[in-house]
């Protein structure tokens, strides 16, 4: 049985993404990658935490 490429989806656009040689992956573009960037850097996303050592802490 020949092994099959591993194919997952862009997180952003949903487009399928080759696992293999795709240097942005598990974005399909850097425009994608950029984007997500993007979005943690503005404070878009965050990690909570129930660990009191984090707690009240902005960065």
């Given at each position: 049985m020949p092994d099959t490429p591993k194919v997952s989806r862009c997180p952003l656009c949903r487009k399928q993404v080759p696992a293999e040689k795709n240097p942005f992956f598990p974005f399909c573009s850097e425009r994608c990658q950029?984007?997500?960037?993007?979005?943690?850097?503005?404070?878009?996303?965050?990690?909570?935490?129930?660990d009191?050592?984090?707690?009240?802490?902005d960065g």
């Open positions: 950029l984007q997500d960037l993007g979005a943690w850097l503005d404070g878009r996303y965050e990690v909570k935490s129930d009191p050592e984090y707690e009240g802490f």
